[in-house]
C-alpha cells in the first residue's frame, strides 16, 4: 500500500523500478528520519498541532523505532515503497489516527533531505575522524623513521635525497587541505531543511526554529525553495570533499605499491597484510593499496557522476534525485573501509633503512655535491657544468649531504608545527 494511494496502484514493474534499490538504500538513513519525525512531532505538538498525550504517543514509539533500528532489527519489506511508508506504516499500526497524523506539514521531499542532511554530517564527521586517525599515524612514522634516507624521484627517475619522515609527513600534512574541505562540506550539511515540505513550505504555522535546535543543525535553509535544491548539492558538494580525501589516499597507496616492488624494495607488510600468487610461490602482493588505489580512484568519479545527473534539473523536487543516494551512500562506506585498512596496514609497514647504500643511488646526491662547491666559492653555473661533465665521464664522486634530514622548508620537518594545523583545521580539535 502507498503512503499515496488513492484507490489504483502503480503495477508490478513501475513498482520495481521506481523502487530500484531504494529501500536497501534507506536503511542507512533510517535511523535519520526517525530523529528527525521525533523533532517534527514535538514541533507540532509545541504549535498546537498535536495535543501533549499525542505527542508523547509518538515521541516513544519514535524512540522505540529508534531502539529496533539500534539493535538492526528494522526492515523495510516489498510492498513499502521507502523508509518514509514504512515509520508512517509502523506508527500508524501502534497508535491509530495519532500515528497518521505525524505527516502533517511535511513531504517526504523534505524528510528525506532532513535524513540525508543529518546522516551526511555524521558521515562527514567520521571521515573526518578517520583521517585524523591517519594522520596522526603518518606523523608518528615520520617521527620514528624521520632520518631514513629514500631516494627522491622527479620524472620517476632518481633525483634528490628524501627520507621517511619527509614522506610520511607530506601525506599527512596533504590531509590537511582534506580536511579544510570536509569542514566545508559539513557546514553546507548543517542548515536545516525541514519544514520546507515539498518544496515550497507549509501553510500551518510551523516552527522551524525548534526541529533547527532540536536537530543541532548550526541553521536552517530559510527559503524553502532553497531548501530543496539543496537536494544534490549536499550530495555533490560532500563527495567533492570525500574525493579529495581518495585522491591523497590513492596517492599513497600508489607510492606503497611501487615502493613494495622489487625494482625498489623500499617498504614491506607483514605477510597477514598481503596476498599471494596461485601459480608463483614467491608472490607477496600488495592487495589491499592496490584495491585501496581503485577504490579512491573510483571515488573521484562521484563528484561528476552527481553532477552529470543533477545538472539540468530545475528547480523543485524530481525523482532523479533519488539516485544520487546510490552513488553517495556506497561512496561513504568505500572510503571508511579504504581508511581503516590504510590506518591499520600503515601501523605495520617495515621501511628499508640502507636503501642508499645501493651506488645507483650515488646521483641523488649531485645537487649536494654542487651546493658545496659553491659554497667554496665556484659560481653555480660553472659548478653545475663540471658536475655534470664528471657525471659523463664517470669521475663523479658524491659528497654524501645530510639534505634528507633536513630537507623541510624551515630546517626541520616541522612535524609539531603539522599537527598544530591539523589540530585547527578540525572545528573539534580532541
Ligand atoms: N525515495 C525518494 C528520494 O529519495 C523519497 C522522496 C519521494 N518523494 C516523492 N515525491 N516521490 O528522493
Same mark, same amino acid.
Given at each position: 500500500?502507498?503512503?499515496?494511494?488513492?484507490?489504483?496502484?502503480?503495477?508490478?514493474?513501475?513498482?520495481?523500478?521506481?523502487?530500484?534499490?531504494?529501500?536497501?538504500?534507506?536503511?542507512?538513513?533510517?535511523?535519520?528520519?526517525?530523529?528527525?519525525?521525533?523533532?517534527?512531532?514535538?514541533?507540532?505538538?509545541?504549535?498546537?498541532?498535536? !495535543?501533549?498525550?499525542?505527542?508523547?504517543?509518538? =515521541?516513544?514509539?519514535?524512540?522505540?523505532?529508534? $531502539?529496533?533500528?539500534?539493535?538492526?532489527?528494522?526492515?523495510?519489506?516489498?510492498?513499502?515503497?521507502?523508509?518514509?511508508?514504512?515509520?508512517?506504516?509502523?506508527? !500508524?499500526?501502534?497508535?491509530?489516527?495519532?500515528?497518521?497524523?505525524?505527516? !502533517?506539514?511535511?513531504?517526504?521531499?523534505?524528510?528525506?533531505?532532513?535524513?540525508?542532511?543529518?546522516?551526511?554530517?555524521?558521515?562527514?564527521?567520521? =571521515?573526518?575522524?578517520?583521517?585524523?586517525?591517519?594522520? $596522526?599515524?603518518?606523523?608518528?612514522?615520520?617521527?620514528?623513521?624521520?632520518?631514513?634516507?629514500?631516494?627522491?624521484?622527479?620524472?620517476?627517475?632518481?633525483?634528490?635525497?628524501?627520507?621517511?619522515?619527509?614522506?610520511?609527513?607530506?601525506?599527512?600534512?596533504?590531509?590537511?587541505?582534506?580536511?579544510?574541505?570536509?569542514?566545508?562540506?559539513?557546514? =553546507?550539511?548543517?542548515?536545516?531543511?525541514?519544514?520546507?515540505?515539498?518544496?515550497?513550505?507549509?501553510?500551518?504555522?510551523?516552527?522551524?526554529?525548534?526541529?533547527?535546535?532540536?536537530?543541532?543543525?548550526?541553521?536552517?535553509?530559510?527559503?524553502?525553495?532553497?531548501?530543496?535544491?539543496?537536494?544534490?548539492?549536499?550530495?555533490?558538494?560532500?563527495?567533492?570533499?570525500?574525493?579529495?580525501?581518495?585522491?591523497?589516499?590513492?596517492?599513497?597507496?600508489?607510492?606503497?605499491?611501487?615502493?613494495?616492488?622489487?625494482?625498489?624494495?623500499?617498504?614491506?607488510?607483514?605477510?597477514?597484510?598481503?596476498?599471494?600468487?596461485?601459480?608463483?610461490?614467491?608472490?607477496?602482493?600488495?592487495?589491499?593499496?592496490?584495491?585501496?588505489?581503485?577504490?579512491?580512484?573510483?571515488?573521484?568519479?562521484?563528484?561528476?557522476?552527481?553532477?552529470?545527473?543533477?545538472?539540468?534539473?530545475?528547480?523543485?523536487?524530481?525523482?532523479?534525485?533519488?539516485?544520487?543516494?546510490?552513488?553517495?551512500?556506497?561512496?561513504?562506506?568505500?572510503?571508511?573501509?579504504?581508511?581503516?585498512?590504510?590506518?591499520?596496514?600503515?601501523?605495520?609497514?617495515?621501511?628499508?633503512?640502507?636503501?642508499?647504500?645501493?651506488?645507483?643511488?650515488?646521483?641523488?646526491?649531485?645537487?649536494?655535491?654542487?651546493?658545496?662547491?659553491?659554497?667554496?666559492?665556484?659560481?653555480?653555473?660553472?659548478?653545475?657544468?663540471?658536475?655534470?661533465?664528471?657525471?659523463?665521464?664517470?669521475?663523479?664522486?658524491?659528497?654524501?649531504?645530510?639534505?634528507?634530514?633536513?630537507?623541510?622548508?624551515?630546517?626541520?620537518?616541522?612535524?609539531?608545527?603539522?599537527?598544530?594545523?591539523?589540530?585547527?583545521?578540525?572545528?573539534?580539535?580532541?
Amino acid at each position: 500500500m502507498k503512503l499515496w494511494d488513492k484507490g489504483s496502484s502503480p503495477d508490478e514493474k513501475t513498482d520495481l523500478f521506481t523502487v530500484g534499490n531504494d529501500r536497501e538504500l534507506d536503511l542507512l538513513l533510517v535511523k535519520y528520519d526517525l530523529q528527525a519525525s521525533r523533532a517534527h512531532a514535538r514541533m507540532l505538538g509545541k504549535i498546537g498541532l498535536l !495535543t501533549e498525550a499525542e505527542t508523547a504517543d509518538l =515521541v516513544r514509539e519514535i524512540d522505540a523505532l529508534m $531502539d529496533e533500528e539500534a539493535a538492526g532489527r528494522f526492515t523495510i519489506e516489498a510492498g513499502f515503497e521507502d523508509m518514509h511508508s514504512k515509520i508512517e506504516y509502523l506508527l !500508524t499500526e501502534k497508535l491509530g489516527d495519532t500515528g497518521k497524523k505525524i505527516h !502533517t506539514a511535511r513531504s517526504r521531499n523534505d524528510q528525506v533531505l532532513v535524513a540525508l542532511q543529518l546522516y551526511l554530517k555524521d558521515a562527514l564527521s567520521d =571521515v573526518q575522524h578517520q583521517v585524523r586517525m591517519l594522520f $596522526d599515524r603518518l606523523l608518528e612514522l615520520a617521527e620514528k623513521h624521520q632520518a631514513v634516507p629514500l631516494p627522491g624521484y622527479t620524472h620517476l627517475q632518481v633525483a634528490m635525497p628524501s627520507s621517511f619522515g619527509l614522506w610520511f609527513s607530506a601525506y599527512a600534512e596533504s590531509l590537511i587541505d582534506d580536511v579544510y574541505l570536509l569542514e566545508a562540506a559539513r557546514r =553546507v550539511a548543517d542548515q536545516n531543511p525541514l519544514g520546507s515540505a515539498a518544496g515550497y513550505g507549509s501553510s500551518f504555522p510551523i516552527d522551524r526554529e525548534f526541529t533547527t535546535e532540536a536537530l543541532g543543525f548550526e541553521t536552517m535553509k530559510y527559503n524553502v525553495v532553497a531548501a530543496q535544491m539543496g537536494r544534490g548539492k549536499v550530495e555533490r558538494t560532500a563527495a567533492t570533499a570525500l574525493a579529495a580525501v581518495a585522491a591523497t589516499l590513492g596517492k599513497l597507496a600508489m607510492d606503497i605499491c611501487l615502493y613494495m616492488s622489487q625494482n625498489f624494495g623500499f617498504v614491506s607488510f607483514p605477510d597477514k597484510l598481503t596476498t599471494g600468487s596461485s601459480i608463483m610461490p614467491h608472490k607477496k602482493n600488495p592487495d589491499i593499496f592496490e584495491l585501496i588505489r581503485g577504490k579512491c580512484n573510483l571515488l573521484q568519479a562521484v563528484p561528476g557522476q552527481l553532477g552529470l545527473l543533477t545538472t539540468n534539473l530545475p528547480s523543485g523536487y524530481h525523482r532523479d534525485l533519488q539516485l544520487t543516494k546510490d552513488l553517495l551512500l556506497p561512496a561513504v562506506e568505500n572510503l571508511k573501509s579504504c581508511l581503516e585498512m590504510a590506518h591499520t596496514s600503515l601501523g605495520e609497514i617495515q621501511v628499508r633503512e640502507d636503501i642508499l647504500d645501493d651506488p645507483k643511488y650515488d646521483y641523488l646526491y649531485s645537487v649536494d655535491t654542487l651546493n658545496q662547491r659553491v659554497l667554496e666559492g665556484v659560481p653555480f653555473r660553472d659548478a653545475y657544468r663540471d658536475m655534470a661533465a664528471a657525471i659523463a665521464d664517470g669521475s663523479f664522486s658524491p659528497v654524501k649531504g645530510a639534505a634528507h634530514t633536513h630537507a623541510g622548508s624551515l630546517g626541520n620537518l616541522c612535524l609539531d608545527r603539522i599537527a598544530d594545523k591539523m589540530a585547527q583545521a578540525c572545528a573539534d580539535p580532541a
